[in-house]
């Protein structure tokens, strides 16, 4: 259907016929039947958690991202967690993040008792803008946490510059961008650790999971205790080993991902190229098309960076439209379309208003960008007709709004 023809259709929202017949969800996991064998023969074996498969997928997963270490845990967010303790976060420690993220970025400095101090974005790709970490940094400042938002690579350049500079740590929040380059450097091999999440909106799931990829052995050794209550050794070394002893060096926590999922990692990672690509050329179908249509602005992507495309958040040019993000949400959902709005900004939520006292208007760039951000349908197993049908629906309500 053309462009054209499609939008001079009544909006669904108004009684018109939807784009499309069934919802389109905004991210979906694929799982093939080699994943599910893969599973299956886990379930058979003598090792359902710890066992040989955790230490296959974390190597597989460092030569992908090209680091030293990579340390699995069970979500995303423990990661993070676990970073944050092997930064030596602490109570009086601030770390410095964006408010344009998920709030668990955020909440790891909380678990370890410092201080999130939030700095504003750039206003191209929506990533933590050094100039403003160089502003936020006191004798307090011990870590900087930028993210890679929807699949962009944050400056880190700039970012590892001024953490040389101050003697920072620098957490790389890369759960939207596995598989992303910057500077033809892989993402998970630049900053001192990077955190990933195998949630099943992400490029490669295992329902819940994690990892942490760094190149100081050190770290990484601090990673493995934590995840594990603090144990300086895991079960299956102690049998091997035939021993009883263990010790308990420091204050951990379970945050293992156990071996049946690991074996779904290690099969989804083998298709991690090609989710890239189909993901890539969504992108660049989505962002030729909305070339075309005023009221739309397709996300930025500076010269030095490859993105994974975790996301493909659009932002509406109010000023050319006659309605808000709400009601073309609203439109959109209508026609059958799963758009999705990332993110609020952490320092909006009431509990970091409570905590840190935040009363909006801090973060002037995040805080605009949020009133205009909507995030299309993206992941790999989209077919031509559904990117088709996101084009077209995008298409059909802006252009309705128009002024
Ligand atoms: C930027 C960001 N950080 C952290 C997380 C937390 O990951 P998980 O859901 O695996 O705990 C997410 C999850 O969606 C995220 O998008």
């Known amino acids: 259907m053309s462009t054209t023809s499609v939008s001079a259709q009544a909006l669904a929202i108004n009684g018109g016929s939807p784009v499309r017949a069934t919802f389109l969800p905004y991210g979906r996991q694929s799982v093939e039947e080699g994943d599910i064998a893969a599973v299956v023969d886990v379930l058979r074996s003598d090792w359902l958690t710890t066992g040989p498969k955790v230490g296959e997928f974390e190597e597989a997963f460092a030569a992908r991202v090209g680091a030293a270490h990579a340390v699995s845990f069970s979500s995303g967010t423990a990661a993070l967690h676990g970073a944050a303790f092997a930064a030596g976060l602490k109570p009086g420690d601030e770390a410095i993040t964006t408010p344009l993220t998920f709030a668990a970025t955020a909440n790891c400095v909380l678990y370890q008792g410092a201080t999130p101090v939030f700095a504003d974005v750039c206003a191209d790709t929506l990533n933590l803008d050094p100039e403003q970490v160089t502003r936020k940094i006191s004798s307090k400042t011990r870590a900087i946490l930028p993210v890679d938002y929807s699949g962009h690579p944050a400056d880190l350049t700039g970012i590892l510059e001024i953490a040389r500079q101050h003697g920072l740590v620098v957490i790389e929040d890369a759960c939207h961008a596995l598989g992303a380059e910057f ?9 001192d650790m990077t955190v990933f999440s195998f949630h099943p909106v992400k490029h490669i799931t295992t329902g819940e999971g994690g990892m942490v990829t760094t190149n100081d052995p050190r770290l990484a050794e601090t990673l493995r205790r934590f995840r594990n209550h603090g144990i300086s050794s895991d079960a299956r070394q102690r049998q091997s080993a035939g021993q009883w002893h263990y010790e308990m060096v420091l204050l951990g926590f379970n945050y ?8 779904l990692g290690i099969e989804q990672l083998k298709r991690l190229d090609a989710n890239l690509a189909r993901r890539r050329e969504i992108a660049a179908q989505y962002t030729a098309a909305f070339r075309e249509v005023p009221g739309v602005v397709a996300p930025s992507v ?5 993105p994974a495309w975790h996301l493909y958040p659009i932002r509406l040019d109010l000023e050319k439209l006659t309605t808000d993000r709400a009601q073309v949400f609203r439109a959109l959902r209508a026609e059958n379309i799963g758009v999705n709005v990332h993110y609020i900004p952490v320092h909006l939520h009431p509990y970091y208003r409570q905590r840190l006292g935040f009363e909006g208007g801090e973060f002037p760039l995040a805080e605009d960008a949020y009133a205009r951000l909507i995030s299309l349908p993206m992941f790999h197993s989209m077919t031509g007709q559904d990117v088709q049908d996101v084009i077209d629906a995008v298409s059909k309500v802006v252009s309705s709004y128009a002024r």
Do not use: E, F, K, Q
Not at 184 to 191: L, Y
Not at 302 to 306: G, V, Y
């Open 256 to 263: 293992r991902l156990p071996d049946v999922v690991c074996a």
């Open 183 to 191: 500077g033809g450097r892989r993402v998970g091999s630049i900053a």
């Open 302 to 306: 500076r010269p030095d960076a490859n």
